[in-house]
Protein backbone atom coordinates (compact mmCIF):
# COMPACT_ATOMS: atom_id res chain seq x y z
CA UNK A 1 0.00 0.00 0.00
CA UNK A 2 1.42 3.44 -0.73
CA UNK A 3 0.57 6.68 1.02
CA UNK A 4 1.20 10.14 1.24
CA UNK A 5 2.15 11.94 4.77
CA UNK A 6 1.41 15.15 5.49
CA UNK A 7 2.27 16.71 8.77
CA UNK A 8 -0.47 18.69 10.14
CA UNK A 9 -1.28 20.79 13.41
CA UNK A 10 2.07 22.65 13.68
CA UNK A 11 4.15 18.92 13.04
CA UNK A 12 2.17 17.32 16.04
CA UNK A 13 -0.14 15.09 13.99
CA UNK A 14 0.73 13.31 10.53
CA UNK A 15 -2.15 12.05 8.00
CA UNK A 16 -1.09 9.30 5.72
CA UNK A 17 -3.23 9.13 2.65
CA UNK A 18 -4.00 6.24 0.16
CA UNK A 19 -2.33 7.03 -3.10
CA UNK A 20 -5.21 4.20 -4.44
CA UNK A 21 -8.86 5.42 -4.93
CA UNK A 22 -10.35 3.94 -1.62
CA UNK A 23 -14.39 4.09 -0.35
CA UNK A 24 -13.66 2.40 3.31
CA UNK A 25 -16.99 1.13 4.94
CA UNK A 26 -17.13 3.42 7.65
CA UNK A 27 -19.56 0.59 10.04
CA UNK A 28 -16.51 -2.03 9.43
CA UNK A 29 -14.09 0.78 10.54
CA UNK A 30 -15.90 1.54 13.88
CA UNK A 31 -15.32 -2.33 14.67
CA UNK A 32 -12.02 -2.78 13.71
CA UNK A 33 -10.71 0.65 15.62
CA UNK A 34 -13.90 -0.50 18.63
CA UNK A 35 -11.19 -3.21 18.82
CA UNK A 36 -8.61 -0.79 19.80
CA UNK A 37 -10.09 2.06 21.98
CA UNK A 38 -13.05 4.22 22.36
CA UNK A 39 -14.92 5.26 19.52
CA UNK A 40 -15.14 9.02 19.91
CA UNK A 41 -17.54 10.00 17.26
CA UNK A 42 -18.60 8.60 13.68
CA UNK A 43 -20.60 10.43 10.99
CA UNK A 44 -20.35 9.36 7.08
CA UNK A 45 -17.16 11.47 6.99
CA UNK A 46 -15.14 10.66 9.77
CA UNK A 47 -14.80 8.11 12.39
CA UNK A 48 -12.39 9.57 15.67
CA UNK A 49 -11.35 7.08 18.23
CA UNK A 50 -8.73 6.86 20.78
CA UNK A 51 -5.90 4.20 20.68
CA UNK A 52 -4.09 4.60 23.51
CA UNK A 53 -2.63 8.15 24.03
CA UNK A 54 -3.04 9.26 20.22
CA UNK A 55 -6.22 10.27 18.86
CA UNK A 56 -6.94 8.90 15.67
CA UNK A 57 -9.05 9.21 13.00
CA UNK A 58 -10.29 7.27 9.91
CA UNK A 59 -11.89 9.03 6.49
CA UNK A 60 -13.69 6.94 4.20
CA UNK A 61 -11.17 8.12 1.28
CA UNK A 62 -8.23 5.94 2.73
CA UNK A 63 -6.94 8.79 4.93
CA UNK A 64 -5.89 8.51 8.67
CA UNK A 65 -4.87 11.19 10.90
CA UNK A 66 -2.59 10.47 14.27
CA UNK A 67 -2.45 12.80 16.72
CA UNK A 68 0.25 13.14 18.30
CA UNK A 69 2.69 11.58 16.24
CA UNK A 70 5.88 12.59 15.06
CA UNK A 71 7.16 9.55 13.23
CA UNK A 72 6.19 9.13 9.72
CA UNK A 73 7.27 5.60 9.09
CA UNK A 74 4.74 4.58 12.04
CA UNK A 75 2.08 6.42 10.30
CA UNK A 76 2.61 4.40 7.19
CA UNK A 77 2.94 1.73 9.62
CA UNK A 78 -0.14 2.20 11.62
CA UNK A 79 -2.43 3.31 8.37
CA UNK A 80 -1.93 0.65 6.25
CA UNK A 81 -1.91 -2.31 9.58
CA UNK A 82 -5.82 -0.18 9.99
CA UNK A 83 -7.00 -0.22 6.29
CA UNK A 84 -6.17 -3.67 5.81
CA UNK A 85 -8.38 -4.24 8.37
CA UNK A 86 -11.04 -1.91 7.59
CA UNK A 87 -11.17 -3.47 3.55
CA UNK A 88 -9.81 -7.36 4.49
CA UNK A 89 -7.17 -6.53 2.03
Do not use: H, N
Not at 24 to 44: C, F, H, Q, Y
Not at 50 to 67: A, D, H, R
Request: with cysteine; net charge negative.
Amino acid sequence: MRFTVTRLCGGKALMAASKDPMDLDMDRAEEVMGERGEIKSKDGMMLVSQWGEMEVTVYPQGKVMFFPLADKDKAVEYATDIIERISGR
